[in-house]
Structures are given as structure tokens and as C-alpha cells.
């Protein structure tokens, strides 16, 4: 799969810089005090990377050396559809959903923030390696009952329990390192005779961008 640069997808490394940093810093933003004492909550089981944010829940059933087998559990998330290039889509929806959890929603109900910033890819032959419509979802804890939102481009999306091909990378991720990662995650896959679904992966994003180092991104495969 041929990566484009950040010229031919038409950004300047620093225009791409910058709008990464708009789409995540703001939510972020609000756990500067939570990341001084980092300590993990007793009793808490969620992976050091969740940083104590709630996280859908799963059993790893399997590591080789390059992926992760992970089994999940049913989770319930909010979505918006994102039409565009990747950075100004994902910049859109996660300014979208952030409002709906600040408050912007039927009730007027703060959300607290959750991990990972799931987007849906769907990956292209093209040299961008991906099309333009995308999925941008806050994964919701079971124990808050989502209200209504007010925007009708947000809806509810329940994710049945499932197993997941996962692979890790540091960093920090950008639309080209996540579609480079998902071909790596995919050859892995099939040399391995893994049967799961071609025609999208998600893309995770679990850190803020002043973390500059420990960083951990994700990319999905459901199994086929």
C-alpha cells in the first residue's frame, strides 16, 4: 500500500501538527491535574494505558509477537459521520462528541472523558490509502445511560461482544502512520491464516498530545 506524504495529501507537516494538537488538546485538557498523580485506582483493571479513564473491557486471549487476540466485551459508544480528509474529519466529529459530553446534549448531562478516540478507516487503494468518509466514537461507560443528543449527527452505535486483532505503536499517530501500521496488523494477520474483516480497522487513540513520551496508539481488526 503506497503512504502519502504530507505534501501530497495536501498539509504541511506543521499545518497537520497543529490541527492534531486542536482535535485532542481540548478534552485533554481537563485531566492536567490527573496526570501529575497518575496512580492506578484500587481495584481498577483497566490497562495502564486507559491513564484511569473508563475503557471497554476485554480478556486478552492470545499475544504473538507482533498483535494482540483480544476478546471484548458488548460496549456501547456515541458516533457522528465525518465526510473529508482524515485530520479535518476526525478535527469535526471529535469537536462534535466532545460538545455532546461538555453538556450540548437533551438533558444538559456532563460525560466524563473516556478512552479511546475510536475512527473507523476504511482503507483505499489509493495513494492516501484511505476514502473519505469516516467514524469518530466515544466509547460511553455501562453504568451512564447516554442522553439524547441535541446535534442529529450524533447517535448511539452498540458494539457486540467480539473478538479484536490489535496492534500497538508508539508515538504520535497521524492518519499515514495508522493506515502504514493497519497493512503491517493485516500482513501479520493473514500469515498467520486469521480470518477477520478487510474493509475497515479502527484507529485508537488513547493520549493527549503533551505526553510526549509513553505514548500508546492502537489499530483494529474485527474478527471476520
Same mark, same amino acid.
Given at each position: 500500500?503506497?503512504?502519502?506524504? +504530507?505534501? %501530497?495529501?495536501?498539509?504541511?507537516?506543521?499545518?497537520?501538527?497543529?490541527?492534531?494538537?486542536? #482535535? @485532542? @488538546?481540548?478534552?485533554? &485538557?481537563?485531566?492536567?491535574?490527573?496526570? %501529575?498523580?497518575?496512580? %492506578?485506582?484500587?481495584?481498577?483493571?483497566?490497562?495502564?494505558?486507559?491513564?484511569?479513564?473508563?475503557?471497554?473491557?476485554?480478556?486478552? #486471549?492470545? *499475544?504473538?509477537?507482533?498483535?494482540?487476540?483480544?476478546?471484548?466485551?458488548?460496549?456501547?459508544?456515541?458516533?457522528?459521520?465525518?465526510?473529508? /480528509?482524515?485530520?479535518?474529519?476526525?478535527?469535526?466529529?471529535?469537536?462534535? @462528541?466532545?460538545?455532546?459530553?461538555?453538556?450540548?446534549?437533551?438533558?444538559?448531562?456532563?460525560?466524563?472523558?473516556?478512552?479511546?478516540? +475510536? #475512527?473507523?478507516?476504511?482503507?483505499?487503494?489509493?495513494?492516501?490509502?484511505?476514502?473519505?468518509?469516516?467514524?469518530?466514537?466515544?466509547?460511553?461507560?455501562?453504568?451512564?445511560?447516554?442522553?439524547?443528543?441535541?446535534?442529529?449527527?450524533?447517535?448511539? @452505535?452498540?458494539?457486540?461482544?467480539?473478538?479484536?486483532?490489535? /496492534?500497538?505503536?508508539?508515538?504520535?499517530?497521524?492518519?499515514?502512520?495508522?493506515?502504514? %501500521?493497519? *497493512?503491517?496488523?493485516?500482513?501479520?494477520?493473514?500469515?498467520? &491464516?486469521?480470518?477477520?474483516?478487510?474493509?475497515?480497522?479502527?484507529?485508537?487513540?488513547?493520549?493527549?498530545?503533551?505526553?510526549?513520551?509513553?505514548?500508546?496508539?492502537?489499530?483494529?481488526?474485527?474478527?471476520?
Amino acid at each position: 500500500m503506497i503512504t502519502a506524504t +504530507a505534501e %501530497q495529501s495536501g498539509y504541511s507537516n506543521s499545518s497537520m501538527t497543529n490541527l492534531f494538537i486542536l #482535535v @485532542l @488538546l481540548a478534552p485533554f &485538557g481537563v485531566l492536567l491535574a490527573s496526570e %501529575q498523580n497518575e496512580v %492506578q485506582k484500587p481495584g481498577d483493571e483497566s490497562p495502564w494505558f486507559c491513564h484511569n479513564l473508563d475503557c471497554p473491557k476485554y480478556t486478552l #486471549v492470545k *499475544k504473538y509477537e507482533t498483535f494482540e487476540v483480544r476478546s471484548y466485551e458488548a460496549s456501547r459508544w456515541m458516533t457522528t459521520e465525518v465526510e473529508g /480528509r482524515y485530520m479535518n474529519a476526525v478535527s469535526k466529529g471529535f469537536m462534535r @462528541l466532545f460538545r455532546y459530553i461538555q453538556g450540548d446534549n437533551e438533558a444538559g448531562q456532563n460525560i466524563p472523558m473516556t478512552a479511546p478516540v +475510536a #475512527v473507523a478507516v476504511y482503507p483505499t487503494a489509493d495513494s492516501t490509502g484511505m476514502g473519505k468518509s469516516h467514524s469518530v466514537s466515544f466509547f460511553i461507560p455501562p453504568a451512564i445511560d447516554p442522553p439524547k443528543p441535541k446535534d442529529a449527527r450524533i447517535h448511539t @452505535l452498540n458494539v457486540p461482544a467480539g473478538t479484536v486483532y490489535v /496492534r500497538s505503536f508508539g508515538g504520535f499517530a497521524m492518519g499515514t502512520t495508522d493506515v502504514d %501500521q493497519a *497493512k503491517v496488523l493485516a500482513d501479520d494477520l493473514k500469515t498467520e &491464516g486469521l480470518s477477520f474483516d478487510e474493509t475497515s480497522f479502527v484507529a485508537a487513540g488513547y493520549d493527549p498530545p503533551f505526553r510526549p513520551i509513553n505514548r500508546h496508539n492502537e489499530v483494529w481488526y474485527h474478527e471476520a
